[in-house]
């Protein structure tokens, strides 16, 4: 005998929902031919289609409210961090609360003897309104030179991206075809020599060049290269290069595709040690 139907289930009843409505279409065919005289046929294939284009919606929703469920999880997981990071606060705060006191009752009686002698209190008073003024004079030009350092630094930040993706563009091939001159053109070797001078090399020549240039990690090195933290001594050399007016990366271009990337990283390193 067939499987029984699981008729009170879930899967029963949509069975029953599909059937009613492959049924009412079947209907309507008809209805539709008796008007306008034209066929539409229902077959066990329309039905199948039914099914499938269920199934597809069923999966949707499903992934749907999944990804709902995810999202309300990780909320869910902040909030409870935010209460751990809340409740650590708090206990550093009661920890503190006795010595704050004691501060308070310090400061009053300051204020008291600060009343007993009133010159002394003036006097008192005029030093620190004289080291408030230095003090907010002093705080405005560091705000404002901060200021200027952080646009400085806006307005390096793109070309050292153009210099990384540039140099993430590359590949051996690039290299070896710098590496591949005998003789290289003159801003390409002005290139070399300065990416030397910036990883510190003992020399600039182009045998020194050429060895770099067959490290299996010379492009890594650049892209990882630490533009925080350059020893002071380096930026003074690099500068000359920088100012070169051939030192351009479209000029350099025209020589070799690939040291324009270099040259780009170049000029990016310049800046960075500047801001």
Same mark, same amino acid.
Request: charged content about 15%; glycine content about 2%.
């Given at each position: 005998p067939p499987p029984a139907r699981p008729e009170n289930g879930m899967?029963?009843?949509l069975a029953e929902v599909a059937v009613q409505v492959h049924a009412s279409v079947a209907t309507m065919s008809l209805r539709y031919f008796q008007e306008l005289r034209r066929h539409y046929y229902t077959t066990p294939a329309t039905f199948l289609d039914l099914l499938s284009l269920f199934g597809d919606m069923l999966r949707a929703k499903r992934a749907e409210l999944v990804a709902e469920r995810d999202k309300l999880k990780t909320g869910l997981g902040k909030l409870e961090d935010t209460n751990i990071v809340v409740g650590q606060m708090q206990r550093e705060l009661s920890e503190l609360q006795p010595e704050l006191e004691k501060k308070a009752k310090d400061t009053e009686a300051l204020l008291v003897q600060i009343g007993l002698d009133t010159e002394v209190a003036n006097q008192v008073r005029s030093v620190v309104v004289e080291e408030?003024?230095?003090i907010k004079e002093q705080t405005a030009k560091m705000t404002a030179m901060m200021e200027d350092a952080q646009r400085d630094l806006d307005q390096a930040m793109p070309a050292l991206e153009a210099a990384i993706r540039s140099l993430n563009s590359l590949n051996r091939n690039d290299i070896t075809e710098i590496?591949? %001159?005998?003789?290289?053109?003159?801003?390409?070797?002005v290139?070399?020599?300065?990416?030397?001078?910036?990883?510190?090399?003992?020399?600039t020549d182009w045998a020194t060049a050429k060895? %770099?240039?067959?490290?299996?990690? %010379?492009?890594?090195?650049?892209?990882? %290269?630490d533009k925080d933290h350059i020893p002071e001594k380096v930026p003074k050399t690099p500068k000359k290069y920088i100012e070169n007016p051939q030192f351009?990366?479209?000029?350099?271009?025209?020589?070799?595709?690939?040291?324009?990337?270099?040259?780009?990283?170049?000029?990016?390193?310049?800046?960075?040690m500047l801001y």
């Open positions: 899967v029963g009843r408030e003024s230095a590496k591949s %001159f005998a003789n290289p053109p003159d801003l390409v070797k290139v070399m020599e300065a990416v030397l001078v910036l990883l510190q090399a003992k020399s060895a %770099f240039l067959g490290e299996s990690n %010379f492009l890594q090195n650049l892209i990882n %290269f351009q990366p479209d000029l350099v271009a025209k020589q070799s595709v690939a040291a324009k990337s270099l040259c780009m990283w170049v000029r990016s390193m310049q800046v960075c």
